[in-house]
């Protein structure tokens, strides 16, 4: 069974930074997408990035401000998300998932992912990062 939990959120001033981690397991070759997404209050669920879980591949949502940085600790199981210089805008609850398939889009020579939320099926229970100014 697909396990994912969040942890890492919490409060920080505008221009701080967070490490997110995602704690997985029970991946399988249909599930080999990890994805981080955010949903801030009153607003629809965003992708921000994609892991393949089996190669470490990791893809950005195309438009992404590039202040967000996703790794893998295949060691630990984990996926991380390094969010520096963060805004009062970034506050949202943030939540990793699982996916069989993502879109990749090629533009310019590099591959972005689209992460589309109702095409993942597994979901942790998310961790509030909140961004004060």
């Known amino acids: 069974q697909v396990q994912l939990v969040e942890s890492g959120g919490g409060s920080v001033q505008a221009g701080g930074s967070l490490r997110l981690s995602c704690a997985v397991s029970?991946?399988?070759?249909?599930?080999?997408?990890i994805g981080w997404f955010r949903q801030a209050a009153g607003k629809e669920r965003e992708g921000v990035g994609c892991?393949?879980?089996?190669?470490?591949?990791?893809y950005y949502v195309k438009f992404w401000k590039g202040r967000f940085t996703i790794s893998q600790d295949s060691a630990k199981n984990t996926v991380y998300l390094q969010m520096n210089d963060l805004k009062a805008e970034d506050t949202a609850m943030y939540y990793c998932?699982?996916?069989?398939?993502?879109?990749?889009?090629?533009?310019?020579?590099?591959?972005?992912?689209?992460?589309?939320?109702?095409?993942?099926?597994?979901w942790g229970q998310g961790t509030q990062v909140t961004v004060s100014s």
């Open positions: 998932a699982a996916s069989g398939s993502v879109t990749l889009i090629s533009d310019g020579g590099r591959l972005y992912c689209d992460p589309i939320p109702r095409n993942f099926g597994y």
């Open positions: 029970g991946v399988t070759a249909s599930t080999k997408y």
């Open positions: 892991l393949t879980n089996d190669n470490g591949s990791i």
